[in-house]
């Protein structure tokens, strides 16, 4: 039973591992199996604080044994053992250093994942880190050209934001998810992503913002022949009218039932504020004399 006993199989690596006057170069081929062991040892007793300590040291001997890939497993691993301790910048620590070997591989799509999974585990504790994560993760793909592969990573973000209120924000991420479809010709989802935009911004009560959006957005030819652009220009123009009961029956249609949830819970909603200022804001607006010295 010593022999499996995690605590004694560590101080056996970690001797392995130490310049003595008669070992002039450490064993780490033989130290990093003792630290695997050890680590699974730690993790069934469910000793996190051992186990993640013993996959930091595996994660080390496959590096020194030249394998990223295998030290990038054991990385991950410490920060699946990091979260259940609770100690989130090591989370995000050893998930990053994950992502690092992964791409020492040349393989985007684990390095990716590496993030993708240590954001999921920072979603509720540390938002923003986690938001970080997503984006880092995204950027990997989209310089891969593998932006499909990232639009799980898009709708987690923008879920982030909108419970974050950073509605701005999740508007952003949204377009750069729609950018992103369009370079994999993916034109349904490109189409609801900007869609998504716009309600986020509508459900901020942001008309200019979203009357901007729809434009930009119009320029783009899969957008203009779009039921989600239809569905949009009924919005826009209900709110022009101040009609509260177009803006609700347009808000439950079948278009918009057809985006993400956390899209389809803001539409729900609308409208929000007071209508009836907007209309006289744009009615204004409409009646303002052109100031032939502003040239902006």
Known sequence: MGGSDP???MIKADKLTKLTLTRWSADWRNATLLYEQAAIGFKIAKNYERAKTA?????KGQEMLSSPWDAAKHMESAGAAAKELGSWNEVADFYRRASELYIECGRSQPAADALAK???ELENAVPEEAIRMFTDACVILEEDGKEQMAFDLYRASTSIYIKLER???AATFLLRWGLAADKCHA?????????????VYLYSHDLKQAEKCYNDCCQIDAFLNSDQNRCASKLLSAYAEGDIEEIKRVSHSSTISNL??????LARKLPTGDVSVLKAETTKEEEEPLDENDLT
């Open 7 to 9: 605590e004694k199989l």
């Open 187 to 199: 034109v349904n989802s490109q189409c609801k992503a900007y869609l998504g935009a716009i309600l």
């Open 260 to 265: 993400d949830h956390m899209i389809i819970r």
């Open 55 to 59: 996959f930091e040291k595996a994660s």
């Open 118 to 120: 240590g954001a999921r």
């Open 167 to 169: 509605y701005t924000d």
